[in-house]
């Protein structure tokens, strides 16, 4: 059973750039064919589907975010990183890894969340 956990800090500035790792157990980030996916939830409102990074490293990111965000990966640990830069209040939200297979919308597997704030 794979299992993921996202790590990162709890609170940014703004203007800063966000950080968050999610660390893969159970199974690895390369094996055919899984995508591997940043989601998101404000306070109030719904999940939203951020960007992800497949088995071979190709990058899909969400357009209305693309031009601040990235995702990354390190085999060696297993590990996929999400960065958005010059983050407002109105990135404040749960942040979500999950996995997929063949696709980066119906979710096998997710993280537990973890909550950022941005504030000054």
């Known amino acids: 059973q794979v299992q993921l956990q996202e790590s990162g800090p709890g609170l940014v500035k703004p203007s800063q750039t966000l950080s968050l790792t999610c660390t893969v157990s159970?199974?690895?980030?390369?094996?055919?064919?899984?995508?591997w996916s940043w989601i998101r939830q404000p306070p109030g409102k719904g999940l939203e589907w951020m960007g992800a990074i497949t088995y071979s490293g190709s990058t899909y990111l969400s357009p209305s975010l693309k031009s601040r965000t990235s995702i990354s990966r390190d085999t060696s640990k297993n590990q996929f990183t999400l960065q958005v830069s010059s983050v407002t209040p109105e990135d404040t939200a749960v942040y979500f890894c999950?996995?997929?297979?063949?696709?980066?919308?119906?979710?096998?597997?997710w993280g537990q969340g973890t909550q950022v704030t941005v504030s000054s």
């Open positions: 999950a996995r997929s297979y063949n696709n980066y919308y119906h979710y096998d597997d």
């Open positions: 159970g199974g690895s980030i390369t094996t055919n064919y899984y995508y």
